[in-house]
């Protein structure tokens, strides 16, 4: 039986990636695109915002994502800059391969860049990850998620709530389409190669004996300008972590802004204690395989916000306002801002059994991925009928 075959006119997807936490929503999708009936073919656009060997290449090895088409090496500058320059090198790209649309996922600058390019140049966009809200224009995110679902065609949403954002901002409910979290579809897939914490402590020079006490241990991550990019505010922070890994041992995965910060505002002091382990930016198999294992995750990361979530472990984030509150209400998130007290209180109720249950929210099953390959190609079949092409 022959398999039906992409109309030759329509032209591939392309699919965008640009900052780490693109990745991990990008792999599944992929892995569905090619499955599909008929197999969706694609071009996958590394905008290169993200650069370095810990951020970017040990998480396509990890998710085994293909090689990138193309890689436009933008890398880090001001947001302008950046943002400027993925448009300047995105635009010959889709003069070049005539996509059927581009496919654009979460909420960083190459989300935002690349989208602009493709509407302008009447290229339909898909986003994956639609209407989450923090209504904290502040955050660039926030920003980057306002105008792509503005703008974009096709708007796939990981919870309920979003299409109600969606609709309240003047957008029609026919554009669009519940289909679940990609980022779990990763999680789901990828869980039963999660690499141990004791592999991952060893291997960044720590001493695993650690992980072998009653105790157990906990992991933080802390990236966003707001909690890192002020010295009094980072100082704070780091002086309540280091208390509490005097309770329980912490795992403190870098992010590169971070880092630079701690050496820069002279905190170095704060974190120089034999329970603090730092580690440079962790693998995704390391990282699953460390909070999966942790008893509680402090961050102010969005995707770790759905993936303790997903997995049962006791979150606290580390910022004033969430865009994904579907955490909060139904799994084991909870908001503490940078209110030390709070911080302090609410690990305290943790490590003493009281943290929350939580249940796995809706459609978070492993299959969002299809449902949007499924999806998808029937709405840009249903836009280019064979008969059209006559
Ligand atoms: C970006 C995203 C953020 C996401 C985060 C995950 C935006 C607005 N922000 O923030 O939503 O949560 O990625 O990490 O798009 N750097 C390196 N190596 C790299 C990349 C960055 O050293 O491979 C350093 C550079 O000094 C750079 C800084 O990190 O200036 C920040 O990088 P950037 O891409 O601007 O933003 P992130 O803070 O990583």
């Given at each position: 039986m022959n398999q039906p075959l992409w109309p030759v006119d329509l032209g591939p997807v392309i699919c965008v990636v640009g900052a780490r936490p693109n990745f991990m929503k990008m792999a599944p999708i992929l892995r569905a695109f090619s499955k599909s009936i008929p197999v969706i073919p694609t071009l996958l656009v590394h905008t290169g915002q993200h650069y370095d060997k810990d951020m970017n290449d040990k998480l396509f090895e990890d998710l085994r994502l293909p090689r990138p088409d193309i890689n436009l090496e933008v890398g880090s500058s001001s947001h302008a800059v950046q943002t400027a320059e993925v448009m300047r090198r995105f635009e010959p790209v889709i003069d070049q391969h005539r996509p059927s649309c581009v496919l654009v996922v979460g909420d960083v600058n190459s989300t935002l860049a690349c989208t602009l390019v493709a509407v302008k140049k009447g290229i339909s966009v898909v986003h994956v990850e639609?209407?989450?809200?923090?209504?904290?224009?502040?955050?660039p995110e926030e920003i980057n998620r306002l105008l792509t679902d503005q703008i974009a065609d096709r708007l796939y949403t990981t919870e309920r709530r979003a299409e109600d954002n969606l609709v309240r901002e003047g957008i029609a409910a026919s554009r669009v389409c519940f289909v679940g979290n990609v980022m779990i579809d990763s999680l789901i897939h990828n869980l039963e190669f999660a690499r141990s914490p004791a592999a991952t402590l060893t291997g960044g020079g720590?001493?695993?004996?650690?992980?072998?006490?009653?105790?157990g241990y906990g992991v933080v991550t802390l990236h966003r300008p707001s909690n890192v990019d002020q010295a009094e505010t980072l100082a704070s922070l780091l002086r309540v972590l280091n208390e509490i890994s005097h309770q329980l041992p912490l795992i403190f995965a870098l992010h590169p802004r971070t880092r630079t910060n701690i050496e820069r505002f002279g905190l170095c002091h704060l974190v120089d204690?034999?329970?603090l382990m730092l580690l440079p930016p962790q693998g995704y198999l390391e990282m699953l395989g460390l909070i999966a294992g942790a008893r509680i995750v402090l961050t102010d990361s969005g995707g770790l916000q759905e993936e303790t979530t997903a997995l049962g472990i006791p979150c606290l984030t580390l910022r004033e306002n969430t865009e994904r509150p579907i955490t909060v209400e139904q799994g084991t998130n909870t908001m503490v801002g940078r209110d030390t007290d709070a911080i302090r209180r609410e690990t305290g109720g943790i490590l003493a059994g009281h943290g929350k249950q939580g249940r796995v929210p809706e459609?978070?099953?492993?299959r969002a991925a299809e449902r949007i390959a499924c999806d998808l190609s029937r709405w840009l079949l249903d836009q280019h009928p064979p008969e059209a092409k006559a």
């Open positions: 639609a209407g989450l809200r923090s209504y904290d224009r502040k955050m720590f001493d695993a004996a650690v992980l072998g006490g009653s105790e204690n034999p329970h459609l978070w099953d492993g």
